[in-house]
């Protein structure tokens, strides 16, 4: 008589894996103080430099309308002239010749170049005899509208875009090139009038 038979089994017992350990990347710190002052330091330079190359302006009173109008703030940059010269058209900043003790700085219209002879004639614009038209000007002229200008060196002339409203070279002269601190680039103030500025100038019309 056989035996029943009999099922073995057999279990294999696994010993866990030794762990790895990986370095992890260290991460530098930053110095969350150096970092405030090199960020105020840098703001500081970059406001020194701009303060040196510009000149903010306030506009009073209305002698450049229809183009700029009292309460608006610009922007006036010395470093145009310090690399290059005043060109006709340019709107311009400068301190007027005559006063006798501090007067506030002027914005005009750069008319005259060294060596131009400016004319009025009844209001119209004569260039070295060459008549020109003023897109610019607020009204045709009806006050102080006729006379006769010679430039020499490093002199220029200046007028206000309202013609009939400004004090300028017609009233002062000439203003020399020591005068002049810069051209106006931009209207920054009110907000609904920003806008880069440049240079209009007289167009020709005559030969």
């Known amino acids: 008589m056989s035996s029943p038979a009999h099922s073995t089994s057999m279990e294999v017992q696994t010993s866990p894996l030794p762990a790895v350990s990986f370095d992890r990347p260290r991460l530098r710190r930053s110095n969350l103080l150096r970092e405030i002052v090199e960020t105020v330091l840098l703001i500081v330079i970059v406001y020194t430099l701009f303060n040196l190359a510009s000149v ?3 506009i009073e009173g209305p002698s450049m309308q229809p183009n700029f109008y009292e309460g608006q703030y610009l922007v006036v940059s010395r470093v145009n002239y310090l ?5 006709r058209g340019d709107v311009v900043v400068f301190d007027p010749p005559g006063d006798a003790g501090p007067e506030p700085l002027l914005i005009k219209r750069l008319i005259g170049l060294p060596g131009d002879t400016i004319e009025l004639r009844s209001g119209v614009l004569f260039i070295n005899g060459v008549s020109y038209e003023e897109p610019y000007i607020k009204e045709p002229c009806t006050a102080r509208c006729d006379g006769a200008w010679t430039l020499g060196e490093n002199e220029y002339f200046f007028m206000g875009d309202n013609r009939n409203n400004s004090r300028d070279s017609r009233v ?5 090139r020591d005068r002049i601190i810069g051209e106006v680039v931009l209207r920054y103030f009110p907000l609904q009038d920003i806008r880069l500025i440049a240079a209009w100038t007289p167009v020709r019309v005559g030969s």
């Open 56 to 58: 903010r302006f306030f």
């Open 83 to 87: 690399f290059g010269q005043p060109e």
């Open 172 to 176: 002062f002269g000439v203003v020399t």
